[in-house]
């Protein structure tokens, strides 16, 4: 594949086969994306992958915690709000997803089921986390973490893989310590739910767009 293929077609997978990924492929993977640039050259990031039973522990807990209505607390700062035009893509994506997988705006139960399958990482058998030191800058590091996370999404299609960022896996980052034997000195920064993409379900195959390059770019 291409590396202008790769780009072009990625896209966030939310619907996931229950195929188990093999592990020599999360292996392969990992090797590439460990060549992702970092600041300095630090490489901050470790990689702590959840499959089988360890994903089904960590997807039934977090399910749990999200049917009780559970406060998010995360290690890293999310987000509370945007403005502007990053509220306008942010609330156009929800909108415009719901609609392709044809929820409507009334019906509460299929938007609950949707906001719980966050939880249960939409099926997918493996979630890659990628963690870090406590004492490391927060904003530097996790801009490496993007870096590594993003080449994984890329070598992922390669072997026929659907990935997607979720923060929901990251809301609760003690469960996720406990579960996958985390140490206290590392931060939970995102988990990448990978899988085999649920070809013919419209979480599957539905895909955001993008600004036009003219609203991103200008020449000084």
């Not at 896209?11 to 992702?36: C, N, Q, T």
């Not at 140490?183 to 013919?200: F, H, L, N, R, T």
């Amino acid at each position: 594949m291409k590396f202008e293929e790769a780009v072009r077609n990625r896209k966030s997978v939310r619907a996931f086969r229950p195929d188990s990924v093999p592990r020599e492929i999360i292996l392969k993977i990992a090797d590439l994306a460990r060549w992702a640039p970092s600041w300095g050259n630090t490489q901050p990031w470790e990689i702590v992958v959840a499959e089988g039973a360890k994903t089904e522990q960590l997807s039934d807990e977090f399910e749990e915690l999200g049917k009780k209505g559970t406060a998010p607390r995360p290690d890293i700062t999310m987000p509370i709000d945007f403005s502007g035009i990053y509220k306008d893509r942010y609330m156009n994506l929800g909108r415009d997803l719901l609609t392709f997988m044809g929820i409507e705006r009334d019906d509460k139960a299929g938007r609950l089921n949707h906001y719980l399958n966050m939880y249960k990482f939409f099926g997918a058998p493996s979630v890659i986390y990628l963690v870090i030191d406590q004492d490391l800058n927060e904003q530097y590091s996790c801009l490496d973490i993007g870096s590594i996370g993003t080449t994984i999404c890329y070598a992922a299609m390669e072997h026929g893989l659907g990935s997607i960022y979720l923060a929901a896996s990251m809301h609760f980052p003690d469960v996720v310590r406990r579960v996958l034997n985390i140490p206290e000195s590392k931060k939970i920064v995102i988990g990448i739910a990978m899988g085999y993409p649920s070809q013919d379900a419209p979480a599957a195959i539905f895909r955001s767009n993008r600004a036009p390059l003219e609203e991103v770019i200008r020449f000084a």
